[in-house]
């Protein structure tokens, strides 16, 4: 007759419910603290459901074929009893085909627990992609790697709580599976100790975060997923060993879902027994009794103490580069500062040094655009300002106009100095620019600028970018748009230089700015067409005033000429009006005394001097008669043709006079 032991099922059972529960109670607890470490292993928690369910149906299976054996073999003795045979206490039925629960544990063996097992690996796989956050994390932890961890204290003593039981069931059904029959609850044991090792390396990792040290619990966060991730390739690894592994009749049952590398941990005073036993069973033959392995097993502890213990000497020395510097933590606090050689410090985790600063190398940061430039390296050819220089987007600046800065200065020149800067703030910026500022700087050397770079911001070479871009802004909006993309270049690239130097000691970055330069400024390509047009119209209105001007210099010339012989011509005419003025005047004296003289003869002159100017184009004809009153004159109005016109006037002529 053989022992019906229940335990194994409800201890199955409480391992269940177990993971159920503490996988609730962490999903809770990661709400409140938001610690990613804390996420991955409740869903840790939950992918153990699998492997617990597993080994309860694997042991209530065993309990029933158990239960069916013993009561036919009881009805066999009492068979044996009624015919007469032997019937002992201890005789049992004969050799034979299986009962019909055997049959079905045989199957579920064979069939159920690997497919399932199958399964239970995809579900680590699965959980262990979606939780590490390289890949393609789920919302929650993509969430939790942006913000900081919360309610350390709170997690610490949760985590205790979680860790302490997980323990105990571990422990205890790791001393159950030594039962006969009950191999297959250690694959649960083993399961439900990564799970409290796990705890309690996060709860370590939560006092580290308490004290200011959070980048352990970053590091458990992936390294939770990574053993997710190995365990569910262990799974898939027993099952192609167990395909090909011999068979040997009579061997211990050991299910494809228990972890080799887990049991190491659970059961640590029989690593190398474990070892052997799995070779053994793979290989089907003894394997621990050869000599080799022997020896191998009286030496490899040393040796790996050995090697254990020098590797962990090794975090002694501390070799810092040709133009490198570090910080070395202690306690996780900045203690000093070692250049470039070979130093001695304590052990990790006493003293670390978690990273080294090239101080010397050259840095270079590209603001003014998103994407890729697609000038660089062509920087040669003419570039256009209708071209896209970047494929993504660029940043606008706001630049004065030139009209604006000559109010600007009127207005500040007029005004006191406290008053300069709201009456420059009145005025707002018309021009809009584009281009690249490309910021060289390095790491300050020595102890007390490397403690800056280290010990006051997170990123300072984001922080120097969000200055420089500030720097720049504010630059662009007091200058000339055509000045600084021309030939003010130059006195830019210092300005700004030495602006950005200021503000970045100012704010203690640990950073020296080597040099600025100013690239590409150009008008946005959406306004480029607009900004073109306003400078042909400002060139227009300046071809205009020169125009002007030359109107200006050819006609006031000609103007004061004309003037000029206009009041040449003046005085000329005022000057013989005088003259003839005076000249009549004496005229008339003189007449006067001709006139006193002979009063006849002067009225006959002029009586004669006025008929011969009245009658001077006209035809005279003078007739010497002797009544002439009494002639009769006959004026022909027909005017006589010339002679000579038309070859006729001279033969008239002669037939006349003949």
């Not at 204290?153 to 105990?168: R, Y």
Request: glycine share 8%; with cysteine; aromatic share 10%.
């Amino acid at each position: 007759m053989h022992r019906v032991d229940r335990r194994a099922e409800w201890a199955a059972l409480a391992g269940l419910v177990l993971q159920v529960v503490f996988f609730a109670v962490l999903l809770v607890l990661f709400r409140s603290n938001g610690s990613a470490a804390t996420l991955a292993e409740s869903w840790h928690f939950l992918a153990g459901v699998g492997i617990w369910f597993l080994i309860f149906v694997e042991v209530y299976l065993h309990r029933l074929s158990v239960q069916q054996r013993n009561e036919a073999e009881e009805l066999e003795r009492e068979r044996l009893r009624r015919i007469g045979g032997s019937a002992s206490v201890f005789s049992g039925l004969p050799e034979g085909e299986p009962l019909s629960m055997e049959k079905r544990l045989a199957w579920t063996k064979k069939w159920f627990v690997p497919i399932a097992s199958l399964g239970i690996a995809g579900v680590l796989g699965y959980l262990a992609f979606r939780l590490l956050p390289y890949w393609v994390p789920m919302a929650w932890m993509q969430d939790a790697t942006e913000t900081g961890v919360r309610n350390e204290q709170l997690t610490m003593v949760v985590l205790a709580v979680i860790t302490l039981p997980c323990f105990l069931v571990s422990r205890y059904v790791l001393g159950l599976s030594r039962v006969p029959g009950l191999r297959v609850v250690r694959a649960g044991a083993n399961y439900i100790m990564g799970n409290a090792i796990a705890c309690f390396v996060l709860l370590v990792v939560m006092a580290f975060a308490y004290f200011g040290a959070g980048n352990a619990e970053r590091v458990l966060a992936v390294a939770i997923p990574a053993v997710m991730a190995v365990l569910g390739l262990e799974i898939l690894l027993n099952l192609l060993l167990n395909v090909y592994r011999p068979r040997i009749p009579g061997e211990e049952y050991q299910p494809v879902y228990e972890s080799r590398f887990l049991g190491l941990f659970s059961e640590p005073e029989g690593v190398m027994r474990s070892i052997a036993h799995t070779i053994d069973y793979q290989f089907g033959f003894k394997v621990s009794e050869t000599w080799f392995y022997q020896l191998l097993q009286q030496a490899v502890v040393p040796l790996v103490l050995f090697g254990a213990v020098m590797l962990y000497l090794l975090s002694c020395f501390v070799i810092v580069r040709p133009g490198y510097q570090t910080v070395v933590l202690q306690f996780g606090r900045i203690d000093r500062v070692l250049e470039e050689g070979l130093y001695l410090k304590w052990p990790w985790p006493i003293e670390r040094t978690p990273e080294f600063y090239p101080v010397k190398e050259v840095q270079t940061i590209w603001i003014g655009y998103t994407g890729e430039s697609t000038w660089k390296g062509e920087e040669d050819k003419p570039i256009l300002w209708t071209v896209k220089h970047v494929t993504g987007e660029e940043f606008q600046l706001l630049v004065a106009s030139e009209r604006i800065l000559e109010v600007a200065r009127e207005r500040t020149a007029s005004q006191p100095a406290e008053s300069q800067a709201d009456a420059e703030g009145s005025l707002a910026p018309v021009n809009i620019l584009a281009g690249a500022l490309v910021v060289n700087y390095q790491i300050k050397g020595g102890e007390a600028g490397l403690m800056e770079y280290v010990e006051n911001y997170a990123e300072p070479g984001q922080a120097l970018e969000a200055i420089a871009y500030r720097q720049w802004t504010q630059y662009m909006a007091s200058v000339d748009p055509m000045e600084v993309m021309t030939t003010g270049r130059a006195a830019a690239s210092v300005a700004l230089r030495d602006a950005i130097q200021k503000e970045a000691d100012g704010r203690q970055l640990g950073l020296k700015v080597l040099q600025i330069a100013v690239l590409g400024l150009h008008p946005s390509t959406e306004i480029a067409d607009a900004y073109e047009a306003a400078i042909n119209a400002r060139h227009e209105r300046k071809a205009t005033v020169w125009r002007a001007v030359g109107d200006e210099n050819a006609i006031l010339p000609r103007a004061a000429a004309m003037a000029d012989e206009v009041l040449s011509e003046a005085s000329a005419d005022r000057y013989g009006r005088v003259i003839v003025e005076q000249a009549a005047a004496a005229r008339f004296n003189e007449q006067l005394k001709g006139y006193q003289a002979a009063p006849e003869v002067f009225y006959l002159r002029h009586y004669l001097d006025v008929l011969a100017s009245a009658t001077e184009d006209v035809r005279k004809f003078v007739v010497t008669l002797k009544d002439p009153g009494k002639v009769l004159l006959i004026v022909d109005e027909q005017e006589k043709l010339p002679p000579g016109l038309l070859g006729l006037g001279e033969e008239i002529l002669n037939e006349r006079n003949q």
